[in-house]
């Protein structure tokens, strides 16, 4: 099945620095990746779509200036998580869309803000 | 009310015992529908698609009602290594899950 990595998984940092999660499509293309967080004991939320080659797609109530996303190529979308702060901790998951298959996604990255 | 929901449980069931879980949606025109499982602290995997004609994978079987906006996941004979949350997907909306408990 296809494949979708993330890095770094986990990553603790200081309050007010920037931390970039990478998400990649190991054996396939994909235009179209998704970027989710998740809170302990609740859903994952979607928080902006990201499309190869244009802007980001965010979700209401999403900072696009804090939470930058960047498609540069069919196989990579990275996240960066600008002056990050103590309540932006939280588990942070990449996805990839594949046909009407749904969508495949990649092991999460656990972010700590102290 | 919601636009994707789930019964949270936990539902805890004796292995081999058949177990079934609804998802609730509101927007009728929804056209797509998934069922993910979660371990903990793990990222969701695609279960499986739904379809309108009503799916089956092995022990699962996955079926979508529009006249009623829900859809199910049953699975049969459960084993120990079910246990897990269930997600079901409406469109790119999730529902907050359903733990499932499989016990010896």
Not at chain 1, 15 to 25: A, H, L, M, P
Not at chain 2, 56 to 81: C, H, M, P, V, W
Request: charged fraction near 20%; include cysteine; hydrophobic fraction near 35%.
């Amino acid at each position: 099945g296809a494949v979708v990595s993330q890095h770094p998984s986990w990553v603790i940092c200081k309050s007010g620095t920037s931390v970039k999660i990478e998400c990649r499509s190991l054996d396939f293309q994909a235009t179209t990746m998704f970027w989710y967080r998740q809170f302990p004991k609740q859903s994952l939320m979607l928080m902006a779509t990201s499309n190869e080659g244009s802007k980001a797609t965010y979700e209401q109530g999403v900072e696009k200036d804090k939470f930058l996303i960047n498609h540069a190529s069919l196989t990579l979308s990275t996240l960066t998580v600008t002056s990050a702060h103590p309540e932006d901790s939280s588990f942070y998951i990449c996805s990839a869309r594949v046909g009407l298959l749904g969508q495949y996604f990649g092991p999460g990255t656990r972010l700590t803000v102290t | 009310r919601k636009e994707v929901e789930q019964d949270p449980g936990p539902f805890n069931v004796p292995e081999g015992a058949t177990v079934a879980f609804n998802c609730t949606y509101s927007n009728s025109a929804s056209q797509s529908f998934f069922w993910y499982r979660q371990d903990c602290r793990k990222e969701p995997k695609l279960l499986m698609s739904v379809y309108s004609s009503g799916n089956e994978d092995g022990r699962f079987t996955a079926q979508l009602n529009r006249a009623s906006q829900y859809i199910s996941l049953l699975i049969r004979d459960s084993k120990l290594s079910d246990s897990a949350t269930y997600l079901c997907v409406v469109e790119l909306i999730w529902g907050l899950g359903t733990s499932l408990a499989v016990n010896p």
